[in-house]
């Protein structure tokens, strides 16, 4: 790799002689670096241009021509599906250069039920939804990204089940911790992406992805909201079974209800 430097060194030493390898890798950040300020700088200077678009576009009334309507109802998907791009891109620019986010109490109680409405919305009557909640207890966290990351698993468990799937949102307790996690009976994923699932853009099926609306960010930005709350993603799926999606966040994490923050 040009961008590391090696650099080798013999040192004697009693019994023998020791091979020091020392590798620079500074070259690597800094183009990290480049890499992160470009994409939100790039989405930052979309931002203003596509509200524009947008706006003249929702202005428009093909009243005198009426086969502009579908195109014009295509052309607002598609610039709303840009705008949601761009967004998704400043949250992981956001996220990636965070090293803590401000925390506070996050009632589960109310979440999990915006969460509901959420995918009844998103579903329109097409899947059964079922909310599971055992326990009372809350996390400590980001109340922002930590609804954003959960209502990514909900909406991809709408999106990737066929009309007559369910949908199982859950929160308890585990021996020790707490657990969020969504399941779903839909399409499933081969195991042999799974591992890959949480990078950018990485998906197992474009055109069923596309069709959906998705952004393709959605699993990172998870991954990342996660990571910054010292929790993990859990992947279990099988092809035309299902899948399901667990946030597993440690102890330390997990507030007792309605005891005082300190
Ligand atoms: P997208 O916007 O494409 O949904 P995500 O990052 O949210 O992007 O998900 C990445 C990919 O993981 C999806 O394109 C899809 O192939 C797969 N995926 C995510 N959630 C599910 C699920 N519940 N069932 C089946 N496949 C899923």
Not at 3 to 10: E, G, H, I, K
Not at 159 to 174: E, K, N, Q, V
Request: charged residues 25%; hydrophobic residues 40%; contains cysteine.
């Amino acid at each position: 790799d040009p961008d590391v430097q090696v650099s080798l060194a013999r040192i004697p030493l009693p019994g023998g002689e020791r091979l020091l390898m020392v590798r620079d890798i500074s070259a690597l950040t800094r183009l990290e670096q480049i890499r992160r300020d470009f994409v939100a700088n790039v989405s930052h200077e979309l931002r203003t241009p596509l509200t524009v678009i947008h706006g003249y576009l929702e202005l428009l009334e093909p009243e005198d021509v009426p086969a502009l309507a579908p195109v014009l109802a295509e052309m607002r998907t598609q610039s709303k599906r840009m705008g949601q791009i761009v967004e998704d891109l400043l949250t992981l620019s956001r996220l990636e250069t965070q090293e803590r986010l401000p925390e506070e109490r996050v009632a589960m109680a109310p979440l999990l039920a915006t969460l509901r409405r959420e995918a009844e919305a998103l579903s329109q009557g097409r899947h059964r939804i079922g909310v599971e909640s055992a326990d009372d207890a809350d996390l400590r966290g980001s109340p922002k990204d930590l609804h954003s990351a959960f209502s990514n698993l909900v909406s991809n468990a709408v999106r990737y089940t066929p009309t007559g799937g369910r949908i199982a949102i859950r929160w308890s307790r585990t021996s020790d911790g707490a657990v969020f996690a969504v399941s779903d009976t839909g399409y499933g994923i081969p195991a042999q992406h799974i591992p890959r699932l949480t990078e950018r853009f990485y998906r197992v099926s474009s055109s069923r992805s596309r069709e959906t609306g998705g952004t393709g960010l959605g699993l990172s930005i998870v991954k990342h909201v996660l990571a910054l709350h010292d929790a993990r993603l859990e992947i279990a799926s099988e092809p035309g079974k299902g899948s399901t999606f667990a946030c597993v966040f440690g102890a330390e994490r997990v507030l007792e209800p309605g005891v005082e923050d300190g």
